[in-house]
């Protein structure tokens, strides 16, 4: 078994087939499958359904090892890379939109003046989809809500953040500067689907007073949630940061008394340690949390820990 067999492998998963996994590995199709058939030989088991260019169950399991033998050798490379010279790589970065909204822009820019060598990729999207690509080990690190369920993470706290209502004008809540989370009772809200750590902390706290929340729809993307409060489909329950100060065109901000905020981290995967320039992205969006001035936005303690590992590899 070597690293070109397990290439050859994953080239096959990501591209469909043999002959476009040969051109994405600038080779000709009889050596992807010379490699795939030795990798096989080996295992004493098939990886890939020849009639339909699909993964096997046991090509899955390879797959799943040979991503984090790579991700692996990738900060191997960073790492020595970075002892040597300056830190630097690429790291790819998954975070909510809410977040990312007021995070990415003053991460990157901070990334380039601390370590201009480090090429971060950004992956907006939810929670609920960057958690599998964290595992997967296709995203090096990732900002969603807390807490999750995934054994395969570990994860760092970075900030609560305020629940609020985002009612559109003319609603009733609208008419409100705040309310009691038992008057939610009487309005059907847009909220995230069940199943989602911003919905089940809102039901288990709804829960213990007696209330179960009624749903106008359930949206899984906060992004999405705003917008259409903002188009006056309905009032929804956000995070503050979801309603940046324009939106108040449309909608009106109302608070909730007696609703605990939600919990905002970083997930990294359980196993290896994070390359050079991932500690990098780490560090720096930690001590953007600790220096923001965002309304209802509350470090956590555990991110008051951050420092600059520019001399520490």
């Known amino acids: 078994m070597d690293l070109r067999q397990l290439a050859a492998l ?15 590995l600038h080779t000709v199709q009889s050596n992807v499958s010379t490699h795939i058939a030795r990798l096989e030989r080996d295992l ?8 339909t260019g699909e993964l096997t169950e ?7 090892r040979a991503r984090r033998i790579h991700h692996e050798i990738e900060s191997l490379r960073s790492d020595v890379e970075s002892m ?6 690429t790291v790819r970065l998954g975070c909510i939109g809410t977040t990312g909204r007021w995070l990415v822009p003053r991460l990157l820019a901070l990334m380039a003046e601390r370590h201009p060598q480090v090429h971060v990729v950004i992956i907006d ?3 609920t989809s960057l958690i599998p690509q964290v595992v997967a080990d296709t995203l090096d690190l990732a900002v969603i809500n807390l807490p999750t369920a995934e054994h395969e993470l570990t994860t760092e706290p970075l900030f609560d953040e305020d629940r609020i ?14 309310v009691a989370l038992s008057d939610l009772g009487e309005h059907e809200l847009l909220l995230e689907p069940v199943g989602t750590a911003f919905r089940d902390q809102l039901d288990d706290q709804a829960a213990r007073i007696g209330l179960e929340m009624r749903a106008l729809a359930e949206i899984d993307g906060i992004r999405l949630l705003t917008s259409l409060a ?3 489909f309905g009032p929804a329950m956000v995070p503050t940061t979801a309603a940046p100060p324009w939106i108040e065109r449309a909608c009106r901000r ?16 359980r196993r290896g340690r994070p390359s050079a320039p991932a500690r990098a992205v780490r560090a720096a969006i930690r001590d953007l949390v600790m220096a923001s001035r965002q309304d209802g936005v509350h470090p956590t303690p555990d991110a008051r820990g951050s420092t600059d590992p520019r001399s520490r590899h």
């Open 84 to 89: 040597l010279h300056e830190v630097s790589g």
């Open 254 to 269: 109302v608070a909730v008394d007696g609703l605990a905020p939600r919990s905002v981290g970083l997930a990294l995967p």
């Open 230 to 232: 903002f188009e006056g």
């Open 125 to 127: 999207a939810t929670t």
């Open 58 to 64: 046991e090509g899955e399991v390879v797959l799943a």
């Open 10 to 24: 994953t080239a096959v998963a990501e591209a469909g087939s043999f002959s476009a996994a040969a051109r994405r």
């Open 165 to 178: 209502i985002l009612a559109p004008l003319g609603h009733p809540l609208a008419a409100q500067a705040r």
């Open 44 to 51: 004493g088991a098939s990886l890939v359904d020849r009639a």
